[in-house]
């Protein structure tokens, strides 16, 4: 599991540490085969395995092996004969296709009984000396003589009645034959065999002619004979991957002719007439739902097309009959299983048909589990089904809130042989959902892969930069990966799973990884930690001296270390008291794993766990110890056990886990959620499974809560997302945000997990009047008397810092800054220019705002009529900024509501008369209702707030305040300056000070204060 691994290490360093011995007295314990309170079996995976063997096929009959009955004869008309009920398929019973000649050799009497299975009659012939039998072809016993490697060769006894026979030596068999095949009766008949054999090296296919009693080369070969397939007309065998190869028996020395059959697994079963006779594997037959094999029998043409299904489900091979039939065991479901005949349909052009001649037998047998790992209540298996021989990788869910009930099977793909050096792979859990498989090797299969919680085989390499050899450890988001020995060390890299990079690497040899501890072998007798976030070591910790560490594994706080050569002892060391305690002082330590305060150990046949939180560990019986393969889920104090019957024992341990805590974190403190990926995406690594949680998001200025995420079941992480949209679907403002995670324990055992922070959130929605940070202050612009346009960025604390300048523009222009026009998240400008002309420049966030920057024009003449423009924000409802006018002439209000094509809509006339106003001042939202509002200054220096209504009008107005202002030439409503989320003032005076008002979230401002100087150079404050 991810948390132990083996292996010796090369130097020593020392911690001092109290040693305690001694163990509680043992409760009795439960007879084999017993259950324990509160466990439950996971009961195996079975498939019903057709036993329907075929074996030979003569004239009048068939041969074949049945389950429970033995060898039987099965005539065409339907009638058995049993020629052995003791027998088993791979003994006795041989047989020569296309003959009614059934063959019993006894290896121990040296003889071979020939036994026409028509006729009755019998022969016995006894085997020359020196020859070994090889298989039977009609009244024709093939033996092989001689010494492989030398002077081996095939011979052939015609046998007479009497049991005599004659011996001819098969001519054209080459020297030094060092290995042969082809025993099987379905590559044979009475004209002859196909055989493969070794010679000098290399594979060799040929045809044992018994008319010439020669051996014919054949200009095909296979290093095993099982895939070929012989008819009474033809040859065929796979020449590729998706091609068959047909050669015609008429001159099996020819070139054969090809059949494109693609498709994936397909089996080559015969040929029945023109066609081509296949069974192709076919998952959705629901062969795991109904445990019978999953082979749908096919005819295709010689053009390639298939024709028709003949059967929906097979097992095993077909086997020709002399008049070009095929017999296939199948059916379509249990009830009907038996052996069908593939016949011709008298030359009808709607080719091959099939009927049912005979019974079958179907037995009940599990699927075998070869390694097992249970995280988080996540059980994976890996098991071999025995209707296909492959192995594949299975997950369960057990539930973690009370009873142990299991869930679904899910099947996660076949697991590859090759892939892994004919070795099982390794299956290291991760804690989090994931599982990293391994192999023993360095071919690209055999690469570590990781598998996300529902990804199937292989998963995902995990690092193609590098060639390792095998997993060390892995936990959490980590991984420790070793490469392949280079002189005396190798060197470990432990991979971030999440990012792919490598966060530390070293050649001493890797212990366990236990969140963002890593735990590194430090000499023969010691370890010690390095916190993966940091890549600080710690203190060493020593088990003794004579201690030659065997095994190792950390859960949480605890060590469980096991020791040989001079130290003889198994124990568990405290990282939290740093003391040691030792269970078993003695060689007669046996399998022990960790869990999270308790080893579980096998004694005597018996599961033992012992609770190791005490001063003094105390143990109890947890049961019947019945199989080798099993594992302590760190996380739930459940222990899994393979059973002799397939099944698997889940048993509490009886020893509740520690409080839900939290193993690991990455959590940015800053988040883009621009674009169609963007997003907050923090993770939580937690020690047990959280029944629920709940991430709820705040505006930190305002308190106000703007989304709150939450989800059931987490199994070892929490992993949410925000786009920074509230729960309506809008963007919300850029800015900084609080955040706080609440966790409850899914066993009920401890309080709530609680974590909280802060979060800086940019590329959702603008702020008002925010360019330059995307930060959710607001920016002042400026225009100096070179043509400098600057953003003085906001500082949050109610003054500015820096600037960002674009050069080259008119003194004479009038800025407009204003709301996201676009839709990029970015707020724009309006220009006006001498001319009259009005463009929406749109710089994009944080960019300056330039003359080559892009615009879009909103008219080429006519604005300079206007004297006050300038925007307070959203004025209609629909989330876009809008401009308001000031025509100098008549002093007239107009309205231009902002569009979704990023242009302005046709004027609408708010006010007939402001000409009264000697300031009007785009304020933003100044009473906290979400509605732009507008500050109009008279003639005798009083203020006025005119709130917007949200229909592109405004109340009645309303004196902020009197006698205000008057030595102001320049008013801007900045928005919020000062982190508060409120929308302020600032102003500049005949003398060039500049003063802040700060806006109090209820339409007015507090005294104010004087924020820069020297500003009267600036052409325009904007």
Not at 366 to 384: A, F, I, P
Not at 435 to 460: D, F
Not at 821 to 833: E, F
Not at 852 to 868: A, E, R
């Amino acid at each position: 599991m991810a948390r132990r691994a083996l292996g010796r290490a090369a130097t020593a360093a020392a911690v001092s540490f109290t040693l305690a011995v001694g163990l509680a007295p043992l409760t009795a314990g439960i007879a084999h085969g017993e259950t324990v309170a509160g466990e439950v079996l996971v009961p195996a995976t079975t498939a019903r395995l057709p036993e329907t063997r075929l074996l030979g096929a003569g004239p009048s009959g068939f041969l074949r092996y049945e389950y429970g009955r033995g060898h039987v004869w099965t005539t065409y008309a339907g009638a058995d004969t049993v020629v052995d009920a003791a027998g088993t398929p791979y003994d006795l019973t041989a047989h020569g296709v296309g003959s009614d000649v059934v063959a019993r050799h006894d290896a121990s009497a040296g003889t071979v009984t020939l036994r026409d299975m028509a006729t009755g009659t019998s022969r016995t012939v006894v085997l020359p000396a020196g020859h070994r039998y090889f298989t039977s072809l009609g009244w024709t016993v093939v033996t092989l003589a001689g010494t492989l490697g030398t002077d081996a060769r095939w011979h052939l006894l015609d046998t007479r009645e009497d049991g005599s026979f004659e011996d001819r030596p098969v001519e054209g068999v080459p020297d030094g034959i060092t290995w042969t095949a082809g025993a099987s009766g379905a590559l044979g008949d009475p004209k002859g065999q196909v055989v493969t054999y070794r010679a000098g090296g290399k594979a060799y296919t040929s045809w044992l002619d018994v008319a010439q009693g020669r051996l014919l080369p054949l200009p095909y070969t296979a290093e095993y004979p099982s895939g070929f397939v012989l008819t009474p007309t033809h040859l065929l065998w796979w020449e590729d991957h998706g091609e068959a190869a047909i050669a015609s028996r008429a001159d099996l020395t020819a070139a054969p002719r090809t059949l494109s059959i693609p498709g994936g697994d397909v089996q080559l079963l015969g040929t029945v007439g023109d066609f081509v006779v296949v069974s192709r594997y076919d998952e959705t037959l629901g062969g795991y739902d109904v445990g019978l094999p999953l082979w749908r029998v096919e005819a295709i043409a010689a053009d390639g097309s298939t024709t028709r299904t003949l059967l929906d489900r097979s097992f095993g091979r077909g086997l020709p009959t002399p008049d070009g039939g095929l017999l296939v065991p199948g059916g379509t479901d249990a009830e009907d299983w038996g052996v069908w005949l593939v016949e011709t349909a008298g030359g009808a052009a709607g080719g091959p048909t099939v009927r049912r001649i005979a019974d079958g037998t179907l037995r009940e047998q599990h699927h075998t589990v070869s390694q097992l790992t249970l995280s988080q209540g996540r059980l994976n298996t890996l098991e071999k089904d025995p209707g296909r021989g492959w192995t594949y990788l299975h997950t369960r869910e057990i539930d973690v809130t009370g009873s142990l009930t299991p869930g679904e099977r899910t099947t996660r793909g076949r697991v590859i042989p090759e892939n892994y050096a004919n070795e099982r792979p390794r299956l290291h859990e991760t804690g989090d959902g994931r599982t990293v498989v391994s192999g023993h090797g360095t071919t690209t299969a055999q690469q570590p892969h990781v598998l996300g919680p529902a990804q199937p085989m292989p998963g995902t390499r995990i690092d193609a930069s590098r060639v390792y050899e095998s997993v060390s450890a892995a936990g959490g988001r980590f991984a420790a990966l070793r490469a392949p020995y280079s002189g005396d060390s190798a060197q470990t890299s432990v991979v971030d799973l999440d990012t792919g990079r490598t966060v530390y690497t070293t050649t001493e040899g890797v212990a366990a990884i236990w969140g963002t501890t890593l735990w590194l072998h430090d000499g023969n007798d010691s370890v010690v930690p390095v916190d993966l976030t940091t890549g600080q070591r710690g203190d060493a910790v020593w088990f003794g001296k004579g201690c030659l560490l065997n095994d190792f594994q950390a859960v949480g706080r605890w060590l469980l270390w096991t020791c040989v050569g001079g130290l003889e002892a198994q124990g568990v060391y405290d990282t939290a008291t740093r003391t040691s305690r030792t269970l078993v002082a003695d060689s007669g330590w046996e399998q022990a794993q960790l869990g999270d305060g308790f080893v579980a150990t096998v004694r005597d046949g018996q599961l033992q766990v012992t609770d190791v939180r005490g001063q003094t560990p105390v143990s109890h019986t947890a049961g019947p110890f019945e199989w080798d393969t099993w594992d302590v889920d760190p996380y739930t104090g459940v222990i899994a056990q393979h059973r002799g019957d397939g099944s698997v024992r889940l048993t509490p341990s009886g020893v509740p886990v520690s409080a839900l805590a939290q193993l690991d974190a990455t959590v940015a403190a800053s988040a883009d959620v621009k674009g169609g990926t963007g997003q907050w995406a923090p993770k939580w690594w937690l020690n047990k499974p959280a029944a629920s949680w709940q991430l709820t998001i705040r505006h930190k200025a305002t308190g106000t809560a703007v989304r709150t995420l939450g989800g059931g079941q987490a199994r070892g992480v929490v992993a949410p997302a925000w786009n920074g949209k509230d729960g309506s679907g809008r963007l919300v403002p850029n800015g900084t945000y609080t955040w706080t995670l609440t966790a409850a324990p899914a066993d009920a055992h401890g309080p709530a997990l609680t974590r909280s922070g802060t979060l800086k959130l940019s590329g959702a929605a603008a702020v008002a009047r925010d360019f330059a940070g995307s930060d959710g202050i607001g920016d002042l612009l400026t225009l100096n008397g070179s043509g400098g346009l600057t953003y003085q960025r906001g500082d949050g604390a109610g003054k500015f810092s820096a600037k960002t300048t674009g050069t080259g523009w008119p003194t004479t222009l009038k800025a407009v800054p204003y709301g996201d026009l676009n839709g990029d998240r970015c707020n724009d400008v309006l220009i006006r220019l001498s001319s009259g002309a009005l463009r929406a420049y749109k710089p994009g966030c944080g960019k300056a705002l330039t003359t080559s920057t892009p615009y879009t024009s909103l008219g080429t003449s006519g604005w300079t009529q206007y004297d006050v423009l300038t925007s307070p924000g959203d004025l209609t409802g629909d989330g876009r900024a809008d401009l308001i006018a000031r025509q100098a002439s008549t002093g007239a209000v107009y309205l231009f509501k902002a569009t979704s094509s990023g242009t302005l809509s046709a004027r609408t006339k708010l006010y007939a008369d402001w000409s009264g106003y000697k300031k009007i001042i785009g304020a933003g939202d100044l009473n906290g209702d979400g509605r732009g509002d507008l500050l109009a200054q008279d003639k005798s220096n009083e203020l006025w707030r005119y709130d917007g209504t949200g229909t592109g009008t405004f109340k009645t107005r309303v004196k902020v305040f009197s006698d205000w202002g008057a030595s102001y030439n320049a008013v801007v409503g900045v928005g919020d300056i000062t982190g508060d989320a409120k929308a302020d003032l600032v102003s500049r005076d005949t003398s060039g000070d500049v003063w802040r008002s700060t806006g109090n979230g209820k339409g007015s401002f507090a005294a104010r204060v004087r924020i820069a100087s020297g500003w009267q150079g600036y052409k325009g404050l904007f």
